[in-house]
């Protein structure tokens, strides 16, 4: 068992409002991010959980059990930190058999065990060296053995994978993925990096200034941001917004341009709003004339495998995930075919998403 339920965690440094009301549900056996920018409170309410940080206000059960009040070792929680934390002078096997001495468990029963962990995060080369001796990613992983070799109740991780380069980031995703399936554990992991939460979590919740903005899985997340903050923080490129207004059965943008108001979007006449547009939901082929925004080439970001067309609309610059031949001179009129189907539109006052 693993489940963990925190409720109405409020934490206060100072003036400084850290955690202001958040709730997670995390179910046992779950890959669960909290995911967020700088300063959005995900190690306050990771440090919250593991019992290292007194709440002012709020609980925190762990299966069912009220322990808001329980000191830290009570909580039967490992966490892998940021930094590695790894003794500097003992070898891989004896930061990870660490745990487990002090314990004081029998010597024998320590190898096995270490022997066990080693060989699922595939370091048993690694036993006999020092920190010193191995790379940052090798380091990560005895961290994570660590953790790993104590059998907890869940495992928290804070931003585990930021001092990785772009190469090894990617391959200890994947590898916390498939140790997360081995052991069907709970993972409760704090990241501000959206493609960690979008790879690997089974549920995300979505963190700014001390408060969750929304909790779903991430297409979930994706494709219905509960508002438009949301929007912006999650999806590479940023969502495009654009200024708008209902009338009638049409949405008047304040740079000129005109769109059929979506068939799921139900607003009343005159009401500001902001229209959303993901990327990759333009095109510039031509389809649909009366579904198209027109505007003037800006720039062009080759990528390879696509290229982001910038189009100024109506004074706004809006991204277009085109096809990797896509070409032509700023200034060149273009047409940029809409998806409404895919598009969302949030209450430009208030923020939140108008629903389907």
């Known amino acids: 068992m693993g489940s963990i339920r925190a409720e109405g965690l409020r934490k206060a440094f100072g003036d400084v409002e850290a955690l202001d009301g958040v709730s997670l549900d995390v179910p046992d056996g779950a890959f669960f991010v909290v995911l967020g920018p700088s300063g959005a409170g995900k190690t306050t309410t990771l440090r919250s959980i593991a019992g290292l940080e007194r709440l002012d206000e709020g609980t925190v059960h762990l299966d069912g059990l009220d322990a808001t009040r329980a000191a830290p070792a009570a909580r039967d929680l490992a966490m892998v930190f940021q930094s590695y934390a790894l003794y500097p002078k003992r070898t891989a096997f004896e930061n990870i058999a660490s745990p487990l001495r002090a314990r004081r468990l029998p010597r024998a029963d320590i190898a096995h065990r270490v022997r066990q962990v080693a060989e699922l995060l595939h370091i048993e080369r690694l036993m006999e060296r020092r920190p010193a001796q191995m790379s940052g990613g090798e380091q990560q992983r005895v961290a994570l053995a660590r953790a790993l070799v104590r059998e907890p109740r869940a495992f928290l991780m804070d931003e585990p994978l930021t001092n990785l380069d772009l190469k090894l980031r990617v391959e200890m995703r994947t590898e916390l993925t498939r140790i997360h399936r081995s052991l069907r554990g709970t993972f409760l992991y704090v990241t501000n990096d959206q493609v960690e939460a979008m790879s690997m979590a089974d549920q995300v919740a979505v963190l700014r200034e001390g408060r969750v903005q929304q909790t779903g899985a991430p297409r979930e997340v994706y494709e219905r941001p509960a508002n438009r903050w949301v929007a912006g923080f999650v999806g590479s490129p940023r969502i495009n917004l654009l200024s708008c207004r209902a009338d009638g059965d049409r949405?008047?943008?304040?740079?000129?341009?005109?769109?059929?108001?979506?068939?799921?979007?139900?607003?009343?006449?005159?009401?500001?709003?902001?229209?959303?547009?993901?990327?990759?939901?333009?095109?510039?082929?031509?389809?649909?004339?009366?579904?198209?925004?027109?505007?003037?080439?800006?720039?062009?970001?080759?990528?390879?495998?696509?290229?982001?067309?910038?189009?100024?609309?109506?004074g706004v610059v809006v991204k277009v995930k085109a096809r990797p031949s896509a070409g032509g001179r700023p200034g060149e009129r273009l047409a940029v075919a809409v998806d409404l189907d895919r598009a969302h539109l949030f209450d430009a006052d208030t923020g939140v998403a108008v629903p389907r």
């Open 251 to 314: 949405l008047v943008g304040d740079g000129g341009w005109s769109l059929p108001r979506p068939s799921w979007a139900a607003v009343e006449p005159g009401r500001p709003l902001l229209l959303g547009l993901r990327a990759e939901d333009l095109s510039l082929d031509r389809r649909d004339e009366a579904s198209s925004l027109d505007g003037e080439l800006y720039a062009i970001e080759p990528l390879g495998d696509r290229t982001l067309v910038d189009v100024q609309v109506g």
